[in-house]
């Protein structure tokens, strides 16, 4: 079955680089029109969609956001990680994974999610 | 960006009763070559990532009950469900998948009248 899990420090300090890891099993990165995307939430609040990579390692970002993002992917360890520099406590939210099929770019199956808290 | 705009932001319903979530999208999300209305509904329940109940506006994901049900076309969407449950007790989403950057509606919260 498809699984994914996200990895990554509970806490950061503001101007420090955040690094994620998304590690999944139950499909492949690699099988055409699959994808994986990040999306995050912070406390109390709606989501937002942050980044995505595909099988063909196209690359997509929030226009708010993306010259602080990148995202890359490890088809041979099944992983995606996504870095977001420059963090600020506003940054603070659950960070999850999710796949997106290769029939259309919505998103069946999320991870549990990691919560990251920005502090000094 | 496309912006997605849910009504109400909150909404308590009587078990048994129907309840009617709206999401309108600022511009169309309908790709015409296809006919599909790149569209779907996610429910989020207290300490657990979003699930998705519908997607092409109004397929059901595979296992999600039938009284819950899509509709809508180009840019006004409504998710229904038919008779609520207790389990139905969610912060529900609408997110386009029409082009980058995709994006979600604020949600709206359903509580039990």
């Known amino acids: 079955q498809v699984t994914l899990r996200e990895s990554g420090p509970a806490l950061v300090k503001p101007t420090q680089t955040l690094t994620l890891t998304c590690t999944f099993s139950?499909?492949?990165?690699?099988?055409?029109?699959?994808?994986v995307s990040w999306i995050r939430q912070p406390p109390g609040k709606a989501l937002e969609w942050l980044a995505l990579?595909?099988?063909?390692?196209?690359?997509y970002y929030s226009t708010s956001l993306k010259t602080r993002l990148t995202i890359s992917k490890d088809t041979s360890k099944n992983q995606v990680v996504l870095t977001m520099t420059n963090m600020d406590p506003v940054d603070t939210a659950t960070y999850y994974c999710?796949?997106?099929?290769?029939?259309?770019?919505?998103?069946?199956?999320w991870g549990q999610g990691t919560l990251v808290t920005v502090s000094s | 960006d496309i912006v997605m705009t849910q009504s109400p932001g909150s909404l308590a319903v009587s078990l048994g009763e129907r309840a009617t979530i709206n999401c309108k999208s600022s511009?169309?999300?309908?790709?015409?070559?296809?006919?599909?209305?790149?569209l779907a509904w996610y429910q989020q329940k207290p300490r657990q990532p979003p699930k998705l109940l519908i997607y092409?506006?109004?397929t059901r994901e595979s296992g999600v009950p039938d009284r819950f049900s899509g509709s809508g076309s180009g840019t006004d969407f409504t998710l229904t469900i038919s008779s609520l449950q207790a389990e139905d007790v969610a912060v529900y989403y609408c997110?386009?998948?029409?082009?980058?950057?995709?994006?979600f509606g604020q949600g709206t919260k359903l509580e039990i009248k």
């Open positions: 999710a796949r997106i099929p290769a029939a259309g770019y919505y998103f069946d199956y």
């Open positions: 139950g499909f492949s990165l690699s099988t055409s029109g699959m994808c």
């Open positions: 990579i595909d099988w063909d390692d196209d690359k």
């Open positions: 511009q169309s999300v309908l790709y015409i070559s296809n006919n599909k209305n790149y």
């Open positions: 092409w506006a109004s």
């Open positions: 997110q386009h998948y029409f082009s980058t950057p995709w994006t």
